[in-house]
């Protein structure tokens, strides 16, 4: 399990981390890097929204369920209580990636709107780069800022387009520009983060 002790006084307990060294149910592994938590981080250290802290498993007394997430929430450490409401209300990150970090985003989307010099979409599965994460099911908006140099085709065939001629509900692949990790970047912050190429769907 791990601890994590808030700023405000609250600590947050996530139980049942990963204990296995293969795809089944092994009982293999400890609580070390790489198998119940990220490489690299240890007792002490500072964590950032959104940052992998440990992986879900079947340990100790849900060995042999199905993995998940056993998470408490205990103020000024006191009993535990609902954490539902603070999961709910809580801000979430389109991704995560290291703060000064180099990213570049591959998206799956829907069109929502289109102007000049944007491109607002609804993205399905998300992409990072150079830390491989892919999210899914995100159904989540976005608002991109499409320069003038930007690449936007029709098909596979790489035929040159308008953006413009993005129409409301096509689903549209976008490559972004690469940019540094910043909070506006990793909450998704309209105009943010800029596209470098958009692959609308072939024409009717």
């Known amino acids: 399990m791990l601890y994590l ?5 609250t600590t947050y307990l996530y139980i049942h981390l990963n204990n296995d ?27 950032a929204a959104g940052q992998p802290v440990g992986f879900v498993g079947d340990s100790g007394d849900a060995d042999g369920v199905h993995p998940h997430l056993h998470f408490e929430r205990h103020p000024h450490g006191g009993r535990a209580t609902n954490p539902y409401p603070y999961l ?15 990213f570049t985003l591959t998206l799956s989307a ?6 000049a010099g944007s ?24 608002t991109l800022t499409v320069p003038d140099y930007a690449t ?3 098909g596979a065939s790489g035929q040159s387009a308008a953006l413009t001629s993005a129409k409301r ?3 549209v692949t976008v490559w972004t520009e690469p940019a540094t ?18 692959v609308l769907p072939a024409a009717p």
Do not use: M, W
């Open 5 to 9: 002790d808030a700023r405000s006084g």
């Open 21 to 47: 060294l293969t795809d089944g149910n092994d009982n293999r592994g400890r609580c070390v890097n790489g198998v119940a938590y990220p490489r690299g981080l240890q007792s002490g250290d500072r964590v």
């Open 88 to 102: 709910l209300a809580a801000r979430r990150l389109l991704f995560y990636a290291p703060p000064g970090e180099t």
């Open 110 to 115: 829907t069109v929502t709107s289109v102007t």
């Open 119 to 142: 491109l607002r979409v609804r993205v399905n599965t998300l992409h990072t780069y150079p830390t491989a994460l892919t999210l899914r099911r995100l159904d989540r908006p976005l």
């Open 152 to 154: 936007v085709e029709r």
């Open 169 to 171: 509900g096509e689903r």
């Open 181 to 198: 990790v910043t909070r506006e970047a990793q909450a998704g912050k309209a105009g943010v983060i800029s596209a470098d190429r958009i």
